[in-house]
């Protein structure tokens, strides 16, 4: 191999390196502005009550439809999801696309940044 293409793959690894970095790096303080978006219809406080969605508080590791006092659609129900980082991540890019036919009035969250942030979030605060 020529020292020339030993160089370009260096460069080549350097570079998904730093890009694998800037993907898994979370911002839980800006997730929490984030969800303030969200707090229009979710609680993220222990013991409060239900809004017009279920409280998020203690939501990772919830299965899906399954809070207390709460009018799950059936699709949520039948979900067999467990909330965990990545079903939260893949949920609010496009809620209808991995629990089709749930009740949330949410298009998505397209920034995988934001959602990432807003998860840090989820994980930090809501134990």
Not at 43 to 60: A, E, F
Not at 63 to 75: N, Q
Not at 82 to 87: H, K, L, M, Y
């Amino acid at each position: 191999m020529s020292v020339r293409m030993k160089t370009v793959i260096r460069g080549l690894v350097v570079l998904a390196m730093a890009n694998a970095g800037a993907t898994v790096a979370q911002d839980a303080k800006r997730g929490q502005k984030l969800f303030d978006e969200c707090a229009a219809c979710h609680s993220p406080d222990r013991g409060t009550t239900n809004t017009v969605g279920p409280s998020l508080h203690g939501v990772i590791g919830r299965k899906a439809g399954e809070g207390a006092d709460f009018r799950y659609s059936p699709a949520m129900k039948r979900s067999g999801i467990t909330w965990s980082a990545d079903t939260i991540n893949n949920f609010i890019a496009d809620p209808q696309k991995l629990v089709p036919g749930n009740r949330m009035p949410y298009s998505g969250l397209p920034a995988a940044k934001d959602r990432a942030d807003l998860v840090a979030y989820l994980q930090s605060a809501m134990k």
